[in-house]
Structure formats: structure tokens, C-alpha cells
């Protein structure tokens, strides 16, 4: 496929949608990956392409399940808010770890449990300002990158905490107080439970 | 290549809290799985939402998935059991029982006879979806026979680039530029019916 010379542009959004293509056959290597993924969070054209390519597809295997946009895009909306509500359990890809418990407080409508090898990604609600992007990097930066340090990982990121050992030291400080700052959730319940954390590598 | 390793990289990566590859499965089985839903709970409001609640319980189970089956077999099993749930229940509770058949449906009979409209979808939506399918096909038959043989061999009979490059003796880049200027020329063809200027709703 030949872009315009003139026009450099046109070939790098070719060059994106090319690897959107290959990410929806499963065959995109890892760079191509990592940037179908910007895209998803960035562009919306990103994301109405994808879903335009799984669409071809499924009209192909079926011709019956064919719609336009607006069902689908309100469907991944909603779906959005309700994940937003969930929390994120990781997978550290090589954990090295000890125990330990801590109190937090915890939304009862999550029904958090902490897991043998699973770090807690604690997030309060997030306002309804907070730039999709921004919402979704924070997680995939923390997904995405085992190898990193713990000064490079834990950072807060739109006032967004995430565990590790000196928030230990910042909850038991703040357990005291009725009001635990960003931690706070609306109706939260205080909890003791078991979980892991991270130790500084 | 099969189905689970079609989306392996996107479920490992959702595995380990990437949002974004999650979204992406949803996106890509979403329509599927509301069909599945429409077959077993009659409702098109409630199609919608426990298709919602599939999706939930699937992001909630992911760690313990294992990929010992393809994800969407997975992912098909959780919505099969999520409907039926909600079988169950609209049939203990009277008030939802009561507004199931206030709103046309019959809660002994699970499947719609063949004279009626799957997915509760008014006869707009139907039309609709079945213009778009007509357009995709009329569309692929458009396409040159390069394109059009890879991009069915590839959507179709779900053979992987490696296998395509084989049968159309051909690189597998070139396997890769043809998948992706056949899905381009059929997208083109479908935006205007799509109903949204490009991009505009996501």
C-alpha cells in the first residue's frame, strides 16, 4: 500500500491501522502491540477500526450480527463504568514478596479479596474528568512493566495511590482519621486482610 | 493458528491489568455473546445488561484462567451461566417475573419461535443489520481474488498468515497487506451505514 509522498502522515496512520489489522489476527509482534494499545486509549478512530475489523469478520463467519455503531459504542461506555468500579488485581510478572497486613478502606460494593501473589491496585472512583487515557496508562504502565523498579512503578499517577510499602506506613497513619484523604470511598468499610507487597528491588 | 493463540497476547496483557487489551476483547465479542444471551433470555433490556454482568464476572475471573481452553470458549461458558442465573432468578422473583411478562414475554418459553425478531431488535435495527451484511458482502465479491481469498481464508476458515502464505504461495507480508487492504476497501464501503461520522461515538 503506497501513501502519499507528500504527505508522511498517511503513511504512518496507514502503518497504525496495518497493525491494528494484524493485532485482530493475533499475528502483531510486540512493538506493533504496544502501539494498538496507544492507539485504544488515544483515538477514537483507533477503536472504531477495530471495531469495524471484528465486525467485517463476524459478518462473514454469520451475517447476523451486523449493527452500527451507536449499540456497540454504548455498550463499551457502560461496560467502561462498571470496570471503573472494579478493582485491579495484578499478576506481578516475577513476585518477590513478603507478607504482610494492613487495614484500608475498602468499598463494600468492591468486594476486594486480596490473593496469595496478587498485588492490589487500590483506585478510588475516578472523577468524571479524568482523561480516559491517563485512566488507562495508569494501569497498563503498572501491567506493563515487571522489570521496573519500585521508584518507577509506584508513583501516584492522577492522584491515584498504589500499594507498596510506604503506603503501608501511609495507611496505618491514616487509620485513625474518619476521612483517609483520596483513599476514602463513599460508604467504605474497614477491613483487615492479607496481601502482598511488593519489596523495594 | 487457533482461536485461543488468536488472542493470547491481548488476554495475557489483560491478565496483568491492561484495561485497554481487556476493552479490546469486549469490543470484539461483545455482539457475539449478546446474541448468545438474546437466545435464552427473551428481554432485550435484560440481554443488554447480562451481557454487562458477563463481561464483569469475566475481568473478575481472569486470573484464574488459564488458556487450557480458547478464551472465548471461556468467555462463552461464564455468559451461558450468567443467563441462566438470571433464568432463575426472574422466575423467583414475582415482580421481575411480572414485568418480564409485562414486557411481551413469556418466561416458560426461552427460545423465540423463528417468525420472531432475535435480540428483542425493532424492525428498524433488523433492517439495518441486514443491509450492513449485504453491504459486506457485496463488498467482499468487489474485492480482487487476492484480497478477497485472504481475507476468507483468514476470517473464515481461520488459518494463520503463515498458513495463508502456504496455500497463496505468497510472504507473509504480503499476506498481511492483503488481509489489511481487503478489510480497508469493505470498512470504507460500510462507514456511511455505520451511522456515525468516523470515530465520532468512541
Known sequence: MSGDPLNPRDDRQDEDWAALSSMADG??????????????????????????????????????????????????????????????????????????????????????????????????????????????????????????????????VNGKLIRDARLERYFAAHRQ??????????????????????EDR | MNASDVDRALVERAQRGD????????????????????????????????????????????PQFRGESAFYTWLYRIAVNTAKKTLVEIKRDPVLT????????????TYPRDNELSDGETPEALLASKEIAATVNAAIDALSEDLRQAITLREIEGLSYEEIADVMNC???????????????????????????EGERW
Open chain 1, 27 to 156: 499475528e502483531a509482534g510486540h512493538d506493533a502491540q504496544e502501539r494498538c494499545l496507544s492507539l485504544w486509549a488515544e483515538r477514537a478512530e483507533a477503536r472504531g477500526r477495530w471495531r469495524d475489523y471484528q465486525l467485517i469478520g463476524d459478518v462473514l463467519r454469520s451475517g447476523a450480527l451486523a449493527r452500527e455503531h451507536g449499540h456497540d459504542a454504548a455498550f463499551l461506555a457502560s461496560l467502561r463504568d462498571r470496570l471503573a468500579r472494579e478493582p485491579v488485581l495484578l499478576r506481578p510478572a516475577a513476585p518477590a514478596v513478603r507478607r504482610g497486613r494492613w487495614a484500608t478502606p475498602l468499598a463494600a460494593a468492591a468486594g476486594v479479596a486480596a490473593v496469595a501473589g496478587v498485588v492490589m491496585l487500590l483506585r478510588p472512583v475516578a472523577p468524571p474528568d479524568v482523561a480516559l487515557t491517563a485512566r488507562l496508562q495508569t494501569r497498563s504502565v503498572v501491567a506493563s512493566a515487571p522489570e521496573a523498579t519500585q521508584q518507577q512503578l509506584l508513583q501516584p
Open chain 1, 177 to 198: 482519621s474518619g476521612t483517609g484523604a483520596a483513599l476514602q470511598m463513599p460508604g467504605g468499610v474497614v477491613r483487615s486482610v492479607d496481601t502482598i507487597v511488593l
Open chain 2, 19 to 62: 484495561a485497554r487489551a481487556f476493552e479490546m476483547l469486549v469490543v470484539k465479542y461483545q455482539r457475539r455473546i449478546e446474541r448468545l444471551i438474546s437466545r435464552m433470555v427473551r428481554d432485550a433490556d435484560l440481554v443488554h445488561d447480562v451481557a454487562q454482568e458477563a463481561f464483569i464476572r469475566a475481568y473478575r475471573a481472569l
Open chain 2, 98 to 109: 411480572e414485568s418480564a411478562r409485562a414486557r411481551g414475554g413469556d418466561e416458560d418459553e
Open chain 2, 171 to 197: 510472504p507473509i507480508g504480503t499476506v498481511r497487506s492483503r488481509i489489511f487492504r481487503a478489510r480497508e476497501a469493505i470498512a470504507t464501503k460500510l462507514r456511511p451505514l455505520l451511522g456515525t461520522r
